[in-house]
């Protein structure tokens, strides 16, 4: 807190600062004139901007000024190109610093659980480590034009189904591996100017209560120095969310909290130094805003239409291309079916909708190619059949070289504030696909949805392009993927399983109303898949391209280091084609532990880089790892730890497909503290070398009686008819007292656990 902040907070009153908490309307912070406090504006993302429309008086909330709609979150993280997804927040934070916008409330950082959350397009991954460097790199982009970003719905916000009320209750494990990584990657790399924190509550406590996880965690394990802010509406008790660190309520609730703060502090209830905490985030918040605010910024309609249309290049993936149908030759006649080839599908529905610039359809990118004809076949609004277009579609298809339908999930089916139902594009146009297929070899099936859907028809056609919801660029960047002017480069940023009930969260995902178990732990998407070694339609990381790619061996710079040290992990990839191409090089790591104690994934995503190679290019591509590539998070503990022993580093295809792997043995600098209590059993103490040393003669003289009762060791091993050492290892320093008669007290346990604790 500066000098000026602190001379503020003095002449500000109790009113005056508990205002300050709360916004004065719906998207701006209050203003106090008589202090030359400014009010400043915030606005939704994040793919694009979507700003009120101040100047139209006759505007609601939901009227917002034209802007570029750029591709949605998932398109970015299937781009797994930190560097296009910073220019595409360059891109943004230039419209926000031309419109007067002081933060967007962008980036959505959320895992994707299941296929089923209504906001996956706005979502990045299942995994955590791309969804939170693709969150970082968009704010560095946002950031760099001197706008602000909103990372949201921090935490735990994976579903819309009772978003307001609903409790995601998650293990610790869970919660820092997968939930708060990715947030834990989006704050330490890239220090958003504000997050928002979720509806939703996580284990028992309301987000915007959450102190644990706002104050706790958020700021002194992370560092995070920014703003918190409320979801719209998420605030239930500002009394207690000032107290954990929610530093500013939006929208305005009209005053409605105001009193009851200031009354809580005037009471006692609430401490003066808590409010002027957060009065001091939002001061910061706003001088900020002001201070990096450049009226002298401009931005151009027809150049950010042309990004956008770039953007949507970079992230198109190309699931299937048998015989290599793609791309389609230009004096190939080519069939195009499907309303979304006129009526594109670019974006989601909810906060994010921008105000689309011009929207891009293929029809429009293909206008005055006389090798392409049309047929609707089915409409892109709903799930509708009509007879007529889908026979005439359908005759059509025999008589084209090519055919390519155009399907997706209509604007109803998925969308901010409410779940999908199921995992199926509309029947009419599975069906459609179908019926083409039949009287047609060559099919091509263009995708246009936020997320998974199940493909009943893929063995029938040839190839499959998801576009996810690519943007306002859409028509034109799919047109140069079809026809080869564009080299598809995207790889899925999550698995599309074969049908919705093998997707790990399938039975927990709604929950039983309000509470919402996390039963699956860490395996969430190709963490479960892979463990499972259950077949899925596509794993995450597939993506093809028109180059063929190779590797050449993976080397690293040791085969042992301490968990304080780093590795630098180098490899060769080489473009065997004439055709130039990105590749995406994912690193995963292995745990190759035979004995060990932890649960762990076969294999986790640990680093990517995406690379540009022309015809026959080789390059070496090096990614340096830390102790983060190796660790777990250890509840005991209550830290990361690694576990000594070898770990794999593996390049990989996708999450199933191993190219190139090398060991590493990695020993951790401090040793694991677990603590000891009256619970502990004998294997793990046997196995702790100094609490072996301490516990060996409690367990012995157990033992001893024990024979001593038995009168011989056969008699025991008799008795029993076990293996005695096995059948020990399970036994809890409890259970010895308990079952030693009386010749071991609990006084003698509980001096043990007393020297087992102070070892450390
Ligand atoms: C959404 C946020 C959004 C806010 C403001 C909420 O309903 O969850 O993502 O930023 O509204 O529109």
Redesign the pocket.
């Known amino acids: 807190m500066n000098a000026k902040i602190r001379s503020l907070l003095k002449e500000l009153t109790l009113e005056e600062k508990v205002s300050l908490c709360s916004g004065s309307d719906y998207w701006h912070t209050q203003e106090i004139k008589r202090l030359g406090i400014p009010s400043v504006m915030v606005s939704?993302g994040p793919n694009g901007l979507r700003k009120q429309d101040l100047d139209n008086a006759e505007s609601g909330v939901n009227t917002s000024i034209k802007a570029v709609c750029f591709p949605a979150g998932v398109n970015l993280a299937a781009s797994f190109d930190e560097e296009l997804v910073e220019s595409v927040g360059e891109a943004i934070g230039a419209e926000c610093q031309a419109e007067s916008v002081a933060a967007i409330?962008a980036p959505?950082n959320n895992i994707k659980r299941s296929p089923l959350c209504g906001r996956n397009f706005e979502y990045y991954s299942e995994d955590p480590v791309l969804s939170g460097k693709t969150a970082a790199a968009y704010i560095r982009g946002v950031q760099s034009k001197g706008v602000g970003t909103s990372l949201?719905?921090f935490c735990g916000n994976n579903q819309e189904f009772r978003r307001n009320s609903s409790d995601s209750r998650i293990d610790e494990r869970t919660l820092r591996e997968i939930y708060l990584k990715t947030f834990e990657i989006a704050v330490k790399e890239s220090q958003p100017w504000t997050v928002?924190c979720a509806y939703n509550l996580v284990n028992g406590v309301q987000m915007s209560e959450n102190k644990r996880l706002l104050t706790d965690i958020l700021r002194d394990e992370w560092g995070f120095t920014g703003l918190v802010m409320s979801?719209?509406g998420a605030v239930r008790d500002r009394v207690r969310g000032i107290a954990a660190g929610l530093d500013l309520e939006m929208p305005s609730s009209g005053g409605t909290y105001d009193s009851l703060v200031a009354e809580a502090v005037k009471s006692g209830n609430l401490s003066e130094e808590d409010l002027d905490r957060c009065v001091g985030r939002v001061l910061e918040f706003v001088f900020k805003a002001a201070e990096d605010h450049d009226p002298s910024v401009e931005w151009n309609k027809d150049e950010h239409h042309l990004l956008a249309r770039k953007f949507a290049d970079e992230c198109i993936v190309l699931l299937k291309n048998d015989n290599r149908v793609l791309p389609i030759k230009s004096d190939e006649h080519a069939l195009f079916i499907g309303g979304f080839a006129k009526k594109p599908r670019m974006q989601g529905g909810g906060?994010s909708h921008v105000n689309c610039i011009g929207i891009d359809s293929v029809l429009y990118a293909v206008q005055g190619n006389t090798k392409i004809t049309y047929e609707e076949g089915f409409s892109a609004e709903d799930d509708s059949y009509d007879d007529a277009k889908f026979r005439h579609a359908a005759d059509a298809a025999a008589d084209a070289d090519k055919v390519v339908v155009f399907a997706g999930l209509p604007d109803m089916y998925e969308s901010?504030g409410y779940d999908r139902k199921h995992m199926d594009l509309p029947q009419v146009q599975n069906d459609l696909i179908s019926a083409v297929a039949d009287v047609n070899p060559h099919v091509i099936v263009v995708l246009e949805n936020g997320s998974p859907v199940t493909m009943p028809w893929i063995d029938k056609v040839e190839a499959v392009m998801e576009t996810y919801l690519c943007g306002e660029g859409v028509g034109v960047a799919t047109a140069r993927a079809l026809y080869g002017r564009s080299n598809p480069s995207g790889r899925l940023p999550e698995t599309f399983p074969l049908r919705l009930e093998d997707n790990p969260a399938y039975i927990d995902f709604s929950g039983d109303c309000s509470a919402i178990d996390y039963r699956e732990g860490i395996f969430t998407g190709y963490r479960y898949y892979t463990k499972k070694k259950m077949p899925v339609l596509f794993p995450f990381g597939h993506g093809l391209s028109y180059s063929t790619f190779s590797y050449g061996r993976i080397t690293a710079d040791a085969d042992k280091m301490r968990d304080d040290e780093t590795l630098e992990v180098t490899v060769d990839v080489i473009n065997e084609s004439d055709v130039p191409g990105k590749e995406v090089i994912q690193l995963y790591v292995e745990a190759d532990i035979p004995n060990t104690k932890v649960r762990r994934p076969v294999r986790e995503l640990k680093a990517f880089k995406k690379v540009f190679l022309d015809k026959r290019e080789k390059k070496t591509v090096s990614f340096i790892l830390d102790k983060s590539a190796f660790a777990y998070y250890d509840t005991d503990m209550a830290d990361w730890y690694v576990e000594p022993g070898s770990y794999k580093i593996e390049i990989c295809r996708d999450a199933e497909t191993v190219i190139e792997s090398i060991s590493v043995e990695v020993t951790p600098k401090k040793k694991r503290r677990p603590v000891y209590d009256e619970n502990s059993v004998y294997k793990d103490l046997m196995e702790d070398a100094s609490a072996r040393k301490i516990a060996k003669p409690f367990y012995d003289k157990y033992i001893n009686g024990m024979l001593k009762m038995q009168n011989t060791d056969e008699a025991a091993a008799e008795a029993f008819g076990t293996d005695y050492e096995v059948f020990l290892n399970d036994m809890t320093l409890r259970s010895v007292v308990n079952m030693s008669s009386g010749y071991i007290t609990y006084g003698e346990m509980t001096e043990l656990i007393g020297r087992l604790n102070k070892q450390h």
């Open positions: 939704d409330l959505g949201k719905h928002m979801d719209w906060s901010e």
